[in-house]
């Protein structure tokens, strides 16, 4: 469609060019992601062939020479402008010690009105024990397109499920709108499948900051990921849906959980992994829950029955909102902060997750023209372009090999910089490997502190997120730094959830309503 409506040959042309660009790339980015896995692959089951991950049997294999991840040798002048986003030990531990404050910070009954870190118990207690069946609802909203998932649970799992999309004007508009397009959306999905005669039970993936008030009350604290709904902050949510649904009047559910998709994170690897007791997310947003015990949760207002633990959803990405990462922050993290949507909040997750890496690295590269650093000084109104440069492309980037630059070509030149030297291409990609070894030493620190916190011999990790899967080193470069963070004797492994936020929601409402019996 583009190409037939450009303007003129020129036009046209230039995008046909672009649009052959992202094939090559894609071409070139699928041959080396094989490459790169096919040692690994070998020896996982196919449920685990989805990313960086690690089998059961290699779950606790850490990659001893991490640093051969910094391939690429930079121009002196290049490496002590990228200086700044290097974290060191210190400061890593520094960040851990900082974090583990804001989290009691927010697990206090006093000091949560005023902690960043809100730690909201889910009010989900149990995980599930892998017996659980029959079929369920799910219901996936977390970004600009939302699914619907039908879930038989069983010896085997199956799955049935449609993407919606949620236009912009709906992302913006009033709350009701985005709530009748949802119950729009599902009564569709259940009339084309012919379920209007079940009632089954749903579990709803809401992947927004909320304050939990039971397994199906949660009211909203913020929008983030881009949503602006007017009427909803501070209002449940379920009563929302509900509401909407009611105003149909042609659709029958009974909403058994409402949670976040790292909740769902969880959920989806303890049906497998027993030990597993955090969620973890790193794709456009991130994110982390854990296991805490009920004796440290001052917020609880629930019963004190066995088991004497809850799930606590940290909604960890607006750590540093007060300040207290000033200390690892640079000029490009004010820059992003400054032109979000949402100035002075989620400063941990701008740091970290794929909404913001492109955008970082794009930043130090200008920077790096305009010091006549890089291109001979000349840059190109298409990289000028804020968000031009993707964070898919630092993936890329990294995943060509050491001195071949075939990823980093296509994708300069897709950005209208055609006479790139290999010089020009390594320090481009000293920048990608800045930008995300920081981001994966970050959420490395966070995820130490709450393995640290919940103190067992040998702890899962269930992982799920864009970045995570398909960035070519993140996994390696996350389990490394874990290492050095936690306490002696401890163990752990980073395990790639399933379908988290679609199979986790349908646990949580498995759970919940063996429990109801």
Known sequence: MEIVAAADSDERGLTLLRVVGQLQRVIVFLHSFACDRSHLWSTQSSEARQGPVMSDEQITKKDDDVSRYFTSPPAPLVREICEELILSQENLKEVCDVLHEELNKGLGKDTNPEATIKCFPTYVRELPNGKEKGRFLALDLGGTNFRVLLIQLGEKCSMDSRIYAVPQPIMVGPGDGLFDHIAECLASFIKERELGDELLPLGFTFSFPCKQEGLTKARLARWTKGFKCAGVEGRDVVELLKAAIARRGDVKIKICAILNDTTGTLMSCAWKNHNCRIGLIVGTGTNACYMEKLEKVELWD?????????????????????????????????????????????LYEKMISGMYMGEIARQVIIRLVAEGLLFDGKSSEILEEKGSFFTKYISEIESDKPGDYNNCRVILEELGLNSATDTDCANVRHVCECVSRRAAYLAAAGVAVLLNRIGEESVTVAVDGSVYRFHPHFHNLMTEQISHLIKPGMKFGLMLSEDGSGRGAALVAAVASRNSR
């Open 302 to 346: 629930g019963d004190l029955d066995e088991p004497h633990q809850v799930i606590i959803n940290t909604e960890w990405g607006a750590f540093g909102d007060n300040g207290c990462l000033d200390f690892i922050r640079t000029e490009y993290d004010n820059n992003i902060d400054c032109e979000s949507i949402n100035p002075g909040r989620q």
